[in-house]
């Protein structure tokens, strides 16, 4: 005799409660730190500013800053041609300057070239570019924020409201007068170059409100400028049917 519809709902239910218990929990060992570029910095009066970045694996995240002098003219940022995602932008340490962060997930392998394109000539662009492993490619960012000051201070701080616990946080600092970057909350990566630099927390942290803090090193009282993204972590994207089938089997 076959089956009523309520038992093969519950039979469903029951399949679909067993696979939720028993699948793994996570795919991935979280992220990692793979490799950055320098602070790279124009030549004036120029629209673009080209410069190399290597992606040492597939299923990368690559994550490029920009700050324009000339306001908020940027048109777009490309890897090895292709297009990256803005996450966020905002005003800069200074009236009229402005702060980018974009990121592209998966991106090509090896060494290929940024390039951030303006539509104006006014003074230079500056840029940094890090790739990590282990961000989720779908889903992000996971939260992001900015913060700045148009008067000297001696630290600025910027709160970002994280979803996923374990998400590492992102984040472009930018100093007027070039004191070196620095925060206890921040691994920076690269050479600090003129007042800019990208560092991030270099682990994961908890949901939840998250602050940033900048401070700069032998500067005095600066204006300042910053801009956080937090990222996923792949380990804390649910498991296919896929995953739970190569996990038991």
Known sequence: MSRSLPSRILAAISIVAVFLFFAPQSRAAGIAFDQATNVQISSSG?????YSATVAASNETLIVAVHNVSGDTVTG????????TLVTK??????????YLYYLTNP???TNNVVVSRSNTT???VSQAAAYSG??????????NS??????????????????????????CEYDNNPTCASSQLTFRG????????????????????????????????????????????????????DWFSFWW
């Open 108 to 110: 090509s392998t090896g």
């Open 147 to 172: 913060g700045n000051s148009l008067s000297p201070v001696a630290s600025l701080t910027v709160n970002t409201t994280v979803v996923l616990s374990g998400s590492w946080i992102v984040a472009w």
């Open 77 to 84: 940022v490309t890897y090895n041609g292709a297009a990256m």
């Open 191 to 242: 050479a600090n170059n003129n007042g800019f630099s990208m560092g991030d927390t270099n682990a994961g942290v908890s949901s939840g409100s998250n602050s940033i803090t900048l401070n700069n090193q032998g500067g005095g009282d600066q204006r300042a400028g910053m801009l956080v993204a937090s990222f996923a972590s792949d380990a804390t994207a649910a498991p296919s049917i896929g």
């Open 90 to 99: 905002a005003e800069g340490f200074a009236s009229g300057q402005y702060m």
């Open 135 to 144: 961000m989720s490619l779908t889903g992000q960012p996971d939260s992001f």
């Open 123 to 125: 003074s230079v662009i």
């Open 46 to 50: 120029v629209t673009s500013l080209t």
